[in-house]
């Protein structure tokens, strides 16, 4: 002890000196371990980065089981070009609806066939052409929906707003090529 009853300088000084390296120490040794697993959440480093399956749910989609929805399904692209990206085709969570295919990871785009006939379309109804398909556009929030209205079958298209027309173009080629137009019904 000094005069004033203060512990001595050097002591002070080694004290802090300590207690900085071994905040420091314990800094490192963090940052080392949770780079060192690849993911600072416990896991065991796997690539967390791919979504897993995507979950849907059911609607009523009475001829999902039908010829023409097969062959749709069948002949879908496995990517789609959605504002300068490449969307893979998603796994479905099970038990996955009938005739439904998705794409994407964070937004997904889904395709729907074999829907009830859209409560939206009426003889008035605003219709669309691309690539000799005539769509619906149903806006959603944050989404839109468009329905091929002249084919066999009803098919949903769900966009997100950031898609661009990229899946709707991909999907209409498809459409028109692999079913024939019908005319519209309205009841």
Do not use: H, N
């Not at 399904?73 to 959605?82: C, F, I, N, Q, W």
């Not at 479905?92 to 964070?106: C, F, H, I, S």
């Not at 898609?163 to 999907?171: E, K, M, R, S, V």
């Amino acid at each position: 002890m000094s005069e004033t009853g203060a512990p001595p300088r050097i002591l002070i000084i080694v004290s802090a000196s300590l207690a900085t390296v071994l905040v420091v120490a314990i800094t490192v040794l963090g940052f080392v371990l949770s780079s060192g697993t690849g993911s600072d959440d416990g896991s065991d480093g796997s690539d967390d980065s791919a979504p897993g399956p995507l979950p849907l749910v059911a609607v009523p989609a009475p001829e999902a089981d039908s010829e023409e929805c097969a062959g749709l399904v069948e002949a879908a692209p496995r990517e789609l070009d959605s504002s300068g990206e490449r969307l893979a085709s998603r796994e479905l969570a099970e038990p996955a609806p009938p005739a439904t295919l998705a794409w994407g990871e964070d937004d997904p785009v889904v395709l729907r066939c074999g829907l009830e006939r859209p409560p939206e379309l009426t003889p008035s109804s605003p219709l669309r052409q691309i690539d000799e398909v005539q769509w619906l556009y149903v806006e959603g929030e944050g989404t839109a929906t468009w329905y091929v209205v002249d084919r066999a079958v009803y098919i949903a298209l769900t966009v997100p707003e950031t898609a661009g027309t990229g899946p709707l173009q991909q999907i209409s080629e498809t459409v028109a090529k692999e079913l024939p137009a019908v005319p519209l019904d309205f009841e």
